[in-house]
């Protein structure tokens, strides 16, 4: 059964950093891509960052220059290093894959399985 174990959230003021981790369960063979989206109050959810083997990732314009994604595909694990964090940066963050594929989708309904979210709270 494939699973997507989120954590590394928190709260932690405006400028500070935090590195969020996502581990994938019950999948160890194929290519799969792997991504963060989050959702604030009051607003849809959004794209991150996702990453697909050794390709550019993908970042939001948001959080360009200030947020990395990398993975550990022997451990089948995702991070989500965030820098400069700011209020704006507020939201239930998750962890998601897409399997058996050889890229990584641009439609965020297209990623099939999804960790249960961690929240981040910046504070100003």
């Known amino acids: 059964q494939v699973q997507l174990v989120e954590s590394g959230g928190g709260s932690v003021q405006a400028g500070g950093s935090l590195r969020l981790s996502c581990v994938l369960y019950?999948?160890?063979?194929?290519?799969?891509?792997m991504g963060w989206f989050r959702q604030a109050p009051g607003k849809e959810r959004e794209g991150v960052a996702s990453i697909y083997g050794d390709s550019k990732p993908f970042y939001a314009d948001s959080v360009k220059g200030r947020f990395t994604i990398s993975k550990d595909n022997a451990a089948r694990t995702l991070y989500l290093q965030m820098n400069s964090l700011k209020p704006e940066d507020t939201a239930m963050y998750y962890c998601a894959a897409v399997l058996l594929v050889g890229y990584c989708p641009p439609r965020e309904a297209d990623f099939g399985y999804w960790g249960q979210g961690t929240q981040v709270t910046v504070s100003s």
């Open positions: 019950g999948y160890t063979y194929g290519r799969y891509c």
